[in-house]
């Protein structure tokens, strides 16, 4: 489904069978998307983690879209992870760092932001991290109110 934030309403939505994966015909659907919004401007696309694919990330790159996804945890997203990074204090248990590079399998480099949460002060967090691509575009993460740890 593709939403139009302002309004909240329904822009596109395709039924499809429930053994469909959510990249299947994704560029399709975005390029449907499009057409139905005509000369409207996308601000931002949003995507889940069932988009993450280089295929899909280099269709909104090529339009030259501003977007944030979710990243799958494969393992040199994990290996980013637990290497040593300078993690960013937004507020009391939250934490954010980001990367810029090219990992294995994507034709070019991209920027992840990953965000923390201490399951000791935020026990209602989920009990994992979470990782978006965003694209290079995008304002890059840090100001006068945000302090290293």
């Known amino acids: 489904m593709a939403f139009l934030a302002e309004t909240r309403r329904v822009v596109n939505a395709w039924m499809r069978p429930g053994n469909t994966v959510s990249l299947s015909n994704a560029t399709h659907f975005l390029q449907e998307t499009f057409d139905i919004l005509g000369s409207k401007q996308v601000g ?4 889940d983690s069932g988009f993450y ?40 248990g939250i934490n954010i760092c980001q990367w810029e590079g090219q990992l294995p399998g994507w034709s070019r ?35 006068a109110l945000m302090s290293p740890i």
Do not use: H, N
């Open 44 to 47: 931002l696309v949003r995507a």
């Open 53 to 92: 694919s280089d295929g899909f990330l280099c269709s909104l790159e090529d339009r030259q879209l501003c977007y944030i996804t979710a990243v799958k945890f494969y393992q040199p997203i994990k290996t980013l992870l637990t290497s040593p990074q300078q993690w960013i204090s937004v507020t009391k």
């Open 109 to 143: 480099p991209r920027r992840l932001v990953a965000v923390r949460q201490d399951m000791d002060i935020r026990p209602k967090a989920g009990g994992k991290s979470s990782c978006w691509m965003r694209g290079l575009s995008l304002m890059p993460i840090g100001s």
